[in-house]
């Protein structure tokens, strides 16, 4: 069997990168367009021409609609995930817990989180999209949980601890609701101190 030229290995290379950077693309156009016109003004069309793509270049990725914006919510989610983490190389000893409750507020009051809410209200309604949000936000949710256990430094074996961060979670889902029709910034702000002070008193 003849191997693999170094010219055929030369121009597979470029193929791949050239694949990868379309459908990193497609992605984020697709979250953007959700975030900007929700589920009935993103069809694939749309998100390919902001894109820069062809349709054919976009299907031949994501074959379905649901392919699609599915995989793009995760993606974000994943990049965001990354973001976080970064943001606290030392955890909430070297931050302050303030500051890591700021942060994970802020993970539901950016265009990732107005993307997911349409794919979740499009999942209510669409059967075939359903179950794939399902699984997909509850993998989020655990990835969520398990980072702001780690940057909080919690220890959940305590009884109460678990359940604290997930409120914590659920406030910040909560506020990002109330993000999405007025500006809450103010408020927030003194919500997030609070919680903070809450956590020092139950995690210290």
């Not at 990725?61 to 599915?70: A, V, W």
């Not at 302050?96 to 993970?107: K, T, Y």
């Amino acid at each position: 069997m003849a191997g693999v030229s170094t010219t055929d290995r030369a121009e597979r290379v470029p193929k791949q990168d050239r694949s990868r950077a379309t459908r990193q693309r497609l992605l984020e156009a697709a979250v953007a367009c959700l975030a900007e016109h929700g589920w009935a003004g993103s069809t694939v069309s749309v998100v390919a021409e902001r894109a820069g793509v062809s349709r054919g270049a976009a299907q031949h990725h994501f074959p379905t609609r649901e392919d699609l914006f599915t995989a793009a919510v995760e993606y974000v989610a994943e990049e965001r995930s990354t973001a976080l983490r970064a943001l606290f190389p030392q955890g909430a000893a070297a931050s302050g817990r303030r500051a890591v409750v700021a942060a994970l507020v802020d993970l539901y009051t950016g265009p990732l989180f107005r993307a997911a809410l349409h794919l979740w209200v499009a999942a209510s309604n669409e059967e075939q999209l359903r179950p794939r949000v399902t699984e997909l936000e509850s993998r989020v949710g655990r990835e969520t949980h398990r980072i702001a256990v780690e940057l909080l430094g919690a220890d959940e074996s305590r009884p109460g601890v678990r359940e604290t961060v997930q409120g914590l979670l659920d406030m910040a889902r909560g506020l990002g609701l109330a993000n999405l029709l007025s500006d809450d910034t103010a408020r927030r702000e003194r919500v997030v101190a609070q919680w903070a002070d809450l956590l020092e008193q139950t995690l210290s």
